[in-house]
């Protein structure tokens, strides 16, 4: 009698074990179903608008007056801003993050180490409205007075302020990529007589590329996504930027900056949400791609 | 020998240009907040953090918007933690290496990867439309608590994997199932990483500003928040709207250095406290 209690508390004991199983393993998929979700009411919300223009008229149309009648909902001017902020923002942050990385992995001592990862952790959780109050109220009168230009929230001013945010991503993920490469490498290539330049550029960071490629990509992704600097530093203007010193608006400081005034299920409102999807599905792809390359980055390391 | 002091050249060029960029990432940490600390530090006194905006915001204290803040993380760690840490179990104790945890791996780099104003319209979408909770401290505190869910889950993960797995090994000879193990042994142990990893959220949560725009901030309220179905002034959004949308840009422009100092000294005070005592964690288990 007792044996079969004992076995029934054994049974009980093994459903109870896999039931918080089943339980921790759903709590698991609450991130991918989040990003489902996001994908859901983003469709939901910016899909009607393209009942009144076309998906082609939307992305390529060169105006958007949202607000007018007849009103024109063209997007490509938002395109090009964030295309060309983001691509200027990584021309300087791609080189700083990644020789930083060189640094802190290569160069620096244990104890500068210890105090420089930090600082660059540090750098990355300045929130972006300080960056973008930074660069309303001192780098922009900078460049106005010493370029002579009419304003200095423009691509450029932008351009800066995003680069510093993106530097902490492409430098901590590829400090991380070259940590990864094993020390017999940099071994062989000193025992071959090469010096530390040499073991750097022709050894290591080869070896590290793959990684390297992945913290750009997401470095670049988190530019493109960017919202407060380019809201308040971009200058703001619908229009393609000609020049490095003209006012852009980037898709997120669209929808942050008209989203207020629109009203809830109007055109307008539509406008935004379809923007937002734009946004969404090309950051989507940056982080697809780094998923990709960092798999196979996995694989060769094996 | 005119080679090697070519080699010699560039080595030495090489590595300057490497240590240079590290001048340059430091030297511009140190310009961005020495001047915001510079300009913002007259500003600041026990009058501007305790008492109401005054004068259509040119006077008076920011207390409303650090209240407001409060209210606003509180409330996003609320809903991330319990998730993240869940999420975290599952992915260190529990999971193999198959498709499935690529899949769920994929959903939270995923989630990390979506821009902060998407979050906003998504909150704006789910939370205060659809939801019906409207502009307030929860349609705002559920959209930063899933914003920061991939840090949270992060750093849990961080801290399980610091427990030895001896431990689990000793607790399972010992006859304890693995939840029993879970429960009383890893989770334990792993306690003050996964709160100190926490501690990483509530700076971030604390510093967005577009996740709040349309979910919870709003430019002035005359009484602070009595429920969670109460807008709220926010930091971040009263740094924003002073220094983009106010009536006198020029006037508040004290207060703005203010508000950005005191920010600041929140979200980069709790990160360093989160940064150093996980070296101290990450010591004690070497």
């Known amino acids: ?302 | 020998m005119k080679i090697e002091t070519r080699r010699q050249i560039y080595e030495f060029l090489g590595l300057f240009v490497i240590r240079l960029s590290m001048l340059i990432i430091v030297a511009s940490m140190v310009l961005i907040l020495g001047f915001i600390v510079y300009r913002g530090i007259g500003v600041i006194s026990w009058e501007f953090l305790t008492q109401q905006p005054t004068d259509s915001m040119t006077r008076g204290g920011i207390f409303p918007a650090i209240v407001g803040t409060f209210y606003l993380v509180l409330g996003a760690i609320t809903v991330s933690f319990p998730l993240g840490v869940c999420s975290a179990i599952y992915l260190n104790e529990y999971a193999g290496n198959g498709r499935v945890i690529r899949i769920v791996r994929f959903g939270i780099n995923s989630l990390a990867g979506i821009p902060s104003v998407v979050f906003g319209l998504f909150g704006l979408a789910v939370f205060v439309v659809y939801f019906g909770f409207g502009s307030s401290i929860l349609s705002g505190s559920l959209t930063l608590g899933l914003l920061i869910l991939p840090v949270i889950i992060g750093a849990s993960e961080e801290a399980l994997k610091a427990v030895p797995m001896t431990y689990r090994e000793a607790s399972l000879a010992l006859g304890a199932t693995k939840w029993q193990t879970i429960k009383n042994v890893v989770l334990p142990a792993a306690l003050p990483g996964i709160l100190t990893g926490s501690i990483l959220g509530v700076g971030r949560a604390a510093g967005e500003t577009a996740p709040i725009m349309f979910t919870a901030a709003a430019f002035y309220t005359r009484i602070l928040p009595r429920s969670i179905f109460d807008e709220v002034m926010a930091l971040p959004y009263h740094i924003y709207v002073l220094a983009t949308a106010g009536t006198h840009i020029s006037q508040t422009r004290p207060i703005q250095y203010g508000t950005a100092l005191v920010l600041i000294s929140l979200v980069l005070g709790v990160n360093t406290i989160a940064i150093v005592l996980r070296a101290r964690l990450r010591k004690r288990h070497r």
């Open chain 1, 1 to 302: 009698m007792s044996q079969i209690k004992q076995q029934d508390k054994w049974l009980n004991r093994n459903r109870i074990e896999y039931l918080i199983q089943g339980l921790f393993f759903l709590l698991s998929l609450v991130s991918i179903t989040i990003v489902a979700l996001v994908f859901m009411f983003l469709f939901k919300e910016g899909v009607p608008i393209f009942r009144i223009v076309s998906v082609r008229e939307f992305l390529f149309g060169k105006l958007w007056y949202p607000t007018y009648t007849p009103a024109d909902y063209g997007i490509w001017p938002m395109i090009a801003g964030s295309v060309v902020v983001t691509a200027m923002a990584s021309l300087m942050a791609v080189p700083i993050g990644l020789l930083s990385a060189i640094y802190v992995s290569e160069i620096a001592a244990h104890r500068i180490k210890e105090f420089i990862k930090p600082v660059i952790e540090l750098l990355a959780s300045i929130p972006s409205v300080v960056m973008g109050f930074f660069g309303m109220v001192v780098v922009a009168p900078f460049l106005q007075n010493t370029f002579n230009i009419p304003t200095g929230l423009n691509v450029f001013n932008a351009s800066l302020m995003l680069a510093f945010m993106a530097i902490p991503t492409i430098s901590s993920i590829s400090e991380d990529a070259l940590a990864a490469v094993p020390r017999s490498l940099r071994e062989a290539s000193y025992a071959l007589g090469a010096n530390r330049w040499e073991t750097i550029s022709r050894v290591v960071v080869p070896a590290g590329l793959s990684g390297i490629s992945t913290a750009i990509i997401l470095g670049m992704s988190r530019a493109i996504g960017e919202t407060m600097v380019v809201l308040m530093v971009a200058g703001g203007a619908a229009a393609v930027p000609e020049s490095i010193f003209d006012s852009a608006r980037p898709l997120p400081a669209s929808i942050a900056a008209e989203m207020a005034e629109a009203p809830y299920q109007s055109n307008h409102y539509h406008a935004l949400f379809a923007t937002g999807i734009v946004l969404l599905i090309i950051t989507f792809g940056f982080n697809l791609l780094a998923d990709y390359l960092s798999n196979k980055y996995k694989m060769t390391e094996n």
